[in-house]
């Protein structure tokens, strides 16, 4: 079975443009968390989306924004771009959003703001 | 809020001997999980072990197990005859039970490196 797959690997932008990034979760998979892990640290939490409500955000402003679609599939889009947001974004995805504690991660996009 | 703390940036071990990582967290929950990731170079986060703080007995997944301090607040991973595909970033990260967003914590990491 395929694992979590993210789309595209790498990307650079401009300061102030838009990005979308896509994550498929792992087949049966309902949950899917973004996480942004800037260069030197551990991930941190952006959202959480279970049968395509959002049950979860972290921390970050309201550039960042999400949605889930009916196959269960996620972007991730960011408006108005930083420097700071340069980074590696990661989608996990898990069984069911509530009781089950494995997530199981993707490879990244690597995010690089110019 | 709850925060999970690793002091160690980086860890040396030579081949076949035996590494422990740190790993410490702070809540005011009863009932959470906690878990090591490890990310090589490739960048793919991959579950290593998971712990369930309502059971006592500390996990073990072949060469890697746990010493899960629940009073401590501590959560140290052990890697017995350590491999040279064992050298990456080790996260420790927490997840509490009831939390429906199932957002995990992370630590700033521990960078492993194996020496053969």
């Known amino acids: 079975d395929a694992g979590v797959t993210q789309s595209p690997t790498h990307l650079i932008k401009t300061r102030g443009q838009h990005v979308t990034l896509r994550c498929s979760p792992i087949?049966?998979?309902?949950?899917v968390s973004w996480y942004q892990q800037v260069l030197g640290q551990g991930p941190q939490f952006i959202f959480q989306?279970?049968?395509?409500?959002?049950?979860g955000r972290g921390n970050f402003p309201d550039r960042f924004s999400a949605r889930q679609f009916p196959n269960y599939s996620s972007e991730l889009n960011v408006n108005a771009l930083l420097l700071g947001d340069s980074a590696l974004y990661l989608c996990a995805s898990s069984l069911a959003g509530l009781t089950s504690y494995e997530q199981y991660f993707g490879p990244g996009t690597r995010l690089t703001v110019t | 809020a709850q925060t999970v703390t690793q002091s160690q940036p980086e860890m040396s071990v030579q081949e076949a001997e035996t590494v422990t990582l740190s790993c410490t967290y702070d809540t005011s929950e009863s009932d959470y999980y906690l878990f090591w990731y490890k990310q090589p170079p490739s960048r793919q986060m991959i579950l290593v072990i998971r712990q369930e703080a309502y059971k006592q007995q500390n996990a073990t997944e072949n060469r890697f197990s746990v010493n899960f301090q629940k009073a401590a607040k501590s959560f140290s991973l052990k890697i017995s005859d350590s491999q040279l595909g064992d050298a990456a970033m080790y996260f420790c990260a927490y997840r509490g039970f009831y939390n429906q967003g199932g957002k995990l914590i992370f630590g700033q990491g521990t960078e492993l490196s194996v020496k053969p």
């Open positions: 087949s049966g998979h309902k949950s």
């Open positions: 989306y279970y049968e395509k409500e959002e049950r």
